[in-house]
Nanobody, 121 residues
Framework: QVQLVESGGGLVQAGGSLRLSCAAS????????MGWFRQAPGKEREFVAR????????YYAESVKGRFTISGDNAKNMVNLQMNSLKPEDTAVYYC??????????????WGQGTQVTVSS
């Protein structure tokens, strides 16, 4: 039983920053990785970033590399996504996920409810 709750979304102007947080809870919690995905209206849910707990390795989509930073604390069951230099193209609902860990949505077993990020021009 795992529950994920995202927070930190909002409305910002292009070039601004936001920090998303995801808190995981449950009677038992064991995953290889946690990641962030996003989905814009009419689009497929796409991979943004993930972190693997075993070695702390991080991976990013090319579209966000250099602008976004994922971090986490496995002991606290938390993961964050620092988003800088935001662009209108970043507008989407952002989802936190936990699972085996890859860029494929099917490799994640648990998902949060999502948090809206809107970047104005």
């Amino acid at each position: 039983q795992v529950q994920l709750v995202e927070s930190g979304g909002g409305l910002v102007q292009a070039g601004g920053s936001l920090r998303l947080s995801c808190a995981a809870s449950g009677r038992t919690f064991s995953t290889y990785a946690m990641g962030w995905f996003r989905q814009a209206p009419g689009k497929e849910r796409e991979f943004v970033a993930r972190i693997h707990w075993s070695g702390g390795f991080t991976y990013y989509a090319e579209s966000v590399k250099g602008r976004f930073t994922i971090s986490g604390d496995n002991a606290k069951n938390m993961v964050n996504l620092q988003m800088n230099s935001l662009k209108p193209e970043d507008t989407a609902v952002y989802y936190c996920a936990a699972g085996a860990g890859s860029r494929d949505v099917r490799s994640y077993d648990y998902w949060g409810q999502g948090t809206q990020v809107t970047v104005s021009s």
